[in-house]
């Protein structure tokens, strides 16, 4: 078939590749939004929080239109054994003032949103499209091949997710091994707006983000999360690929574990589960991102492993945001001098250091660190004997704390200098 033609192609209509087709349609090129869903957002799947800088900067009060569910206004940790657990809270009345430091959201809504937003600035969206591959001309991405067809263009922005198969095929990345990506399950638990709010005692403006650790993975490195939604909640799990593949533990099962222990059941009782999805995530961090450009293409969002994982805080949507606009940036750069080659696609890397790479480098260690058994065992055991031997009153001789928790840190078996070891590399890692 004959072939068109567009200044961009942009792959995905998550909310990298979104944002990069508003700002390139806004700029007067010519761009095409492919999306192998049946629609935006159908088939894309994240935890369900997203910290609001990255799209502020691309749309300065996208909180009065976008269909955002409930400003983040209580953050709890929860670290847990298979009976106990301790949390771990932080709430500040002023995160519910706008503009607000992240929101809880469902990217069903939010991707269709921003797609339509690009379709408003005059990009076309093209749903129901899988691509299949790149094309190459003289050493150069001229476009991509989607099935029997070949659509051409000057750039091409990859954003299709966590596998990276478009940067694959195109050779700027290799694909991700087990241990650098990370398998999320989910499922939206439909519960009324008052029942929400009175289980996790917010207000009709506030709302909740947990994170879980512990027994919920049973020893594996990955957690749990529960996000609060206008009437729902987003509870799920994330896993790394390779310890998930060898201890070949049904998802089911620790899906069911999690909701059913003491600390969560009571969160949503009686609620009706309308949605479930599977999904991968990239968890390498720094070590995983290399040349995200090359000439003719760029790489953002997911596919670029543009995602940080502390433990105690995960983003990924403001930084596949943040990735879109620098893409889009770059190519309205390369459009004015009319050379999309390599050096000049470059601007893109040069960009992102600024910003996204170097949040990433400062967090470089966070991987390795986070991949450390005992902070998913020996010291959920830890924490919570101490806590229990702390409230725990009956009749004996008392101690004074410190000989408390000494005697706790004795019997766990961790031994001290493991126990100092960690906390040092902690500290510096996240």
């Known amino acids: 078939m004959a072939a068109?033609?567009?200044?961009?192609?942009?792959?995905?209509?998550?909310?990298?590749?979104g944002t990069a087709a508003y700002l390139l349609a806004q700029a007067g090129l010519e761009v095409l939004l492919v999306e192998r869903g049946a629609e935006a957002g159908r088939k894309n799947m994240f935890g369900g929080r997203m910290y609001s800088w990255a799209l502020n900067q691309v749309l300065p009060g996208f909180w009065e239109e976008a269909p955002l569910q409930r400003p983040v206004t209580r953050e709890v940790i929860t670290v847990m054994t298979e009976r106990q657990s301790v949390a771990i809270t932080c709430q500040d009345a002023g995160w519910g003032e706008a503009p607000v430091h992240s929101y809880t959201v469902l990217r069903a809504e939010f991707d269709a949103w921003l797609a339509a937003k690009a379709e408003e600035a005059g990009a076309i969206l093209a749903t129901g499209i899988r691509v299949d591959d790149v094309i190459r001309e003289n050493g150069r991405v001229i476009g991509v091949r989607a099935g029997d067809d070949e659509i051409l263009a000057e750039v091409v922005i990859a954003a299709d997710g966590a596998l990276a198969l478009l940067a694959e095929k195109a050779g700027v990345t290799e694909k991700p091994k087990p241990r650098q990506i990370g398998l999320g399950v989910k499922q939206i638990i439909e519960l009324d707006?008052?029942?929400?709010?009175?289980?996790?005692?917010?207000?009709?403006?506030?709302?909740v983000a947990g994170l879980y650790v512990g027994s919920v993975t049973r020893g594996m490195n990955g957690g749990g999360f529960?996000?609060?939604n206008k009437d729902s909640v987003s509870l799920g799990l994330v896993i790394n690929?390779?310890?998930f593949s060898e201890r070949q533990v049904p998802v089911a099962e620790l899906l069911a574990a999690f909701k059913q222990h003491p600390a969560v059941a009571p969160l949503i009782a009686g609620g009706q589960v309308t949605e479930y999805a599977a999904h991968l995530v990239p968890e390498a961090g720094w070590q995983r991102t290399s040349r995200l450009?090359?000439?003719?293409?760029?790489?953002?969002?997911d596919a670029a492993g543009l995602v940080i994982n502390l433990g105690y805080q995960v983003r990924g949507m403001d930084l596949a945001i943040a990735s879109g606009a620098a893409a889009a940036q770059t190519v309205i750069q390369a459009a004015?001098?009319?050379?999309?080659?390599?050096?000049?696609l470059s601007g893109y890397q040069r960009r992102l250091q600024t910003g996204i790479l170097r949040d990433m480098e400062l967090y470089a260690r966070a991987p390795h660190f986070l991949a450390n058994q005992r902070l998913y065992s020996a010291y959920p055991q830890l924490l919570n004997a101490i806590t229990a031997r702390v409230f725990e009153v009956n009749g004996e001789?008392?101690?004074h704390l410190l000989t408390k928790v000494q005697a706790q840190i004795k019997h766990s078996g961790i031994g001290l200098r493991n126990l100092l070891g960690?906390?040092?590399k902690g500290v510096k890692s996240v």
């Open 4 to 17: 068109d033609k567009f200044t961009v192609v942009v792959v995905g209509a998550g909310p990298a590749g």
């Open 193 to 207: 707006a008052p029942t929400v709010e009175q289980r996790f005692q917010i207000a009709a403006t506030g709302g």
């Open 226 to 228: 529960i996000y609060t």
């Open 241 to 243: 690929a390779a310890e």
């Open 293 to 301: 450009f090359d000439d003719g293409l760029l790489v953002t969002g």
């Open 336 to 344: 004015a001098a009319a050379d999309f080659s390599r050096q000049q």
């Open 397 to 399: 001789q008392p101690e």
């Open 422 to 424: 960690d906390a040092w």
